[in-house]
């Protein structure tokens, strides 16, 4: 790879990074609300309902 082709790629990596650097933040800082949720669901009684709402935090995280 000649030295103005490796220039070209910098941008997107660098552009790249930076998305990675945000999610990871973003994740870090809601995990600990994330495992709040999951504590409040164990206590709800009725099972399917439980499921649910447990199934949305999944979609919600994947997000």
């Known amino acids: ?3 103005n ?3 070209t790629h910098l941008p ?3 552009n790249n990074s930076l ?3 945000q999610e990871i933040q ?3 800082s809601v995990h600990p609300s994330i495992y709040a949720i999951y504590h409040l669901i164990d206590l709800i009684p009725d099972g399917q309902v439980a499921q649910q709402i447990r199934d949305h935090v999944v979609c919600i995280e994947a997000h």
Request: no cysteine.
């Open 1 to 3: 790879m000649n030295n």
């Open 5 to 7: 082709s490796s220039r």
């Open 12 to 14: 997107w990596m660098f």
């Open 19 to 21: 998305a990675i650097r």
């Open 26 to 28: 973003r994740f870090e």
